[in-house]
């Protein structure tokens, strides 16, 4: 008899999360197994993407109306849990104890578990029984709280030192699960810095990424609203937000435009910080150079035709597209964010640079210059195998062990 798994998760948007999740799904062995996937909002530019094998379960309106501006879900008739997530606000943005995270430069996350937190009782609980249940997104508060499984499963995608959360609540959800997984090892010794007792619930399962589904992808159309010309071409993709560091990267900009460099920097993306982005933009007079695409289905055209990509991060848990990127043999360069040993071989395939604008901007002006540089790390990202496809197995003998 196959085992019944089901897999929850935000939406489809674009996403490096998501797109591991397309990788996850696409590679189930669906003979085996039964996959249900619960998404809270059954919409996103990835949805065509999922296998037909793999069974979307319907939409609930309250988990939903989480996707929604709070307004928005109260006129909806989820009156209850938009009133939950104003409680939340309130006790993030007035209470003492939630303004003293609220004053810190990344508080989203914050405010998301306080929503969670405050509406979980409120959300329906699944009546069919699982084997498994694979919990993808943070905050796992559903698979933990709503759905009866044999064996629970719960991801981490950031580096755990970055967040600003209640710690002790944040703890009571992850004890709920058998086994945390980790998408690289130094994001579960950051997780493990923060709840060292978790140390024998923690494995690491990397993204799953299909290699030749991205190479195919890449080959689709040429970009018409990136043009190539005699200009360097820099590429970055990303959610704005302050752990992208997508504000960090206009000032690099800066400093290589008054190097004379004569530069296009393109970003794809969309999120809460666009503004702050645009702002910087217009404030150092960088309209010509440093240029917003938006939201893009299909980034891969986009990362073939660039010259170099760049990922200028705070904080990464395991970036997606810098694999990405890799495996469409561009060179590389990342900040040196607490987790980025796992992330790329430093001059092997990729340039580790200090996260300031004059280092990140020299390493560009180095890469751009040294022809035998560049090469080499094209080449060895080329001969290089990311796409992880051998983690399922890891998945599939946690599911089976449980099962004996």
Known sequence: MKKQILITACS????????SLVGLLNTFDYDKYDVDLLLFSKKGELLSLIPSRCNILPE??????????????ALSGCILPAAARLFSKFMINILPTGKRIRNKKDSGASLLQAYWDYSIQLMPKIDKKYDAVLSFMWPHHFAAKKVIADYKIAWIHTDYNELKLNNKKDAAVWKHFDKIAAVSDECGLAFLSVYPFFNDNLITIENILPGEFVRRESEKFIPEDMPVGN????????????AKAFDFAVDICKKLVDDKINVKWYIIGFGS???????KIKELDLMENFIILGKKSNPYPYI???????????????AVT??????????????????????????????????????????????LNDVSLR??????????DYSNIGQIEKIYSLLEYKGN
Not at 12 to 19: F, K, P
Not at 328 to 356: E, H
Request: contains cysteine; positive net charge; glycine residues 6%.
């Open 12 to 19: 489809m948007d674009i996403g490096g999360i998501e797109r």
């Open 322 to 367: 810098v694999r990405e990127a890799q495996m469409l043999g561009k060179p590389v360069i990342i900040s040196n964010f607490r987790t980025s040993a796992s992330q790329v071989k430093a001059g092997y395939d990729a340039i580790i640079s200090p996260m300031n604008s004059n280092d990140m901007a020299g390493n560009i002006i180095t890469l």
């Open 375 to 384: 090469k080499k790390l094209i080449e060895n990202s080329l001969a290089s």
């Open 60 to 73: 609930n309106p309250k988990l939903a109306s989480f996707q929604k501006p709070i307004k928005e879900a």
């Open 273 to 279: 910080e666009e503004m702050i982005i645009r702002n």
């Open 231 to 242: 200009e360097l071409v820099i590429l970055s993709v990303g959610r704005f937000c302050y």
């Open 304 to 318: 073939k035709a660039c010259d170099i990509y760049v990922q200028p991060s705070r904080y990464e848990g395991k």
